[in-house]
């Protein structure tokens, strides 16, 4: 396994990031049990989830991913072996806190609190606010439109609720997801001026398909020490070749909750994700862990969060830190990216 520093703190987090979010959902407690052992085997330290999860959210399962966690860490013992990231819902979701989920200090402190009970843990390495509170792009929305609205809690404001529970111990760091450079950019610098809590990673989508991270995000990752942590590498799918020539595996996300997973669905993914795959045959790589691999190894990655529903797909994501890509491969995929740059944003 791969390691590197999470932020500029000297914490060691897997280049690989166990994604959780189908417990609960698509996979039984006893599976995310069994993914947890192996990964932990394998040498990744690293899990991330969420208060939202499982995933396709509803009401009736809020909360179960992080349940299902905290009852491994009560039967194993070890809490101590994880870096565990989860996050706190924006706006969104009437089922959440009366729909009152912003980020003040009543709902952050109600938020935090039942996460820590569902983990079974009294601290969480990465707290993370799971998309921004103020009206803007995510979630692959294109098309800007300002609207003046102060209707919601200010970063400065947000990171001193934060502060309250790193000097309680119940958070050890911060981090943002589905924030813009502008987003990321003053967290940094009212945190500076301001003595607050510094945000130390970014969980935004980033794949073959969607390499928009790379225009503003990857620079002040760079610059700043505030590393990406990729959800959706492998693009719901698409990255593994399963759908390819309209296959619809049973049990897949799409065979199950196609009207969900629409972020992929774009005129160019097919082409896109053919070419790809022309690449990995030629060079006799897997197409999922040459997918995998092109994430792990930008220089602004810290994590590439994988998500697995079946032990033969982790298993494979995980091999993924084993494989090298030449610059033969590397220039090949950038002319894919060329040619179809970012279908899926």
Same mark, same amino acid.
């Given at each position: ?14 280049? #690989?990031? +166990?994604?959780?979010?189908? @417990?609960g &959902?698509?996979n !039984?407690?006893?599976? =995310? ?48 072996k ?15 806190r ?14 935090l ?10 601290? #969480?390495? +990465?707290?993370?606010?799971? @998309?921004? &509170?103020?009206? !803007?792009n995510?979630? =692959? ?46 967290c ?8 607050l ?19 503003g ?16 590498? +492998? ?57 995998l ?27 993924s ?10 220039e ?14």
């Open positions: 396994m791969n390691y590197k520093k999470l932020g500029n703190t000297d914490i060691d987090v897997s280049t #690989i990031c +166990l994604g959780t979010m189908t @417990w &959902e698509q !039984t407690q006893e599976e =995310g049990f069994e993914q947890m052992d192996f990964a932990l085997d394998q040498g990744v330290n690293f899990w991330d989830t969420a208060e939202l999860y499982a995933v396709p959210p509803k009401e009736e399962t809020f909360g179960h991913t992080e349940i299902v966690i905290g009852n491994w860490f009560e039967k194993t013992k070890k809490r101590d994880v870096i565990l990231a989860t996050k706190v819902a924006g706006p969104a979701r009437d089922y959440i009366n729909g009152e989920n912003n980020y003040g200090i009543k709902n952050i402190t109600i938020a609190n039942d996460s820590l009970k569902r983990l079974k843990t009294d601290y #969480i390495d +990465l707290y993370q606010l799971h @998309w921004p &509170e103020r009206k !803007t995510m979630f =692959g929305r294109l098309g800007y439109e300002h609207k003046e609205d102060d209707n919601w809690n200010k970063f400065e404001d947000v990171l001193g609720n934060l502060q309250k529970f790193v000097k309680e111990g119940k958070i050890r760091e911060v981090g943002l997801s589905n924030e813009t450079p502008w987003g990321v950019n003053k940094l610098q009212l945190s500076r001026e301001n003595n809590p510094r945000m130390m990673s970014i969980q935004n989508p980033y794949s073959l398909l969607n390499r928009s991270y790379e225009v995000l990857a620079e002040i990752s760079i610059r700043d020490e505030i590393g990406l942590l990729a959800y959706s590498p +492998l693009a719901s799918g698409y990255l593994t070749g399963k759908y390819r020539n309209n296959q619809m595996p049973k049990n897949s996300r799409l065979e199950r909750d196609g009207d969900f997973w629409t972020r992929y669905n774009k005129p160019n993914t097919t082409k896109a994700v053919e070419a790809y795959y022309e690449i990995s045959k030629k060079h006799n790589i897997d197409f999922t862990q040459m997918s691999k092109f994430c792990e190894i930008q220089p602004f990655m810290t994590s590439v969060i994988i998500g697995a529903t079946t032990m033969e797909q982790l298993k494979t994501n995980i091999e830190v084993n494989v090298k890509l030449t610059d033969e491969v590397i090949e995929i950038n002319e894919v990216q060329k040619i179809y740059p970012n279908p899926c944003p």
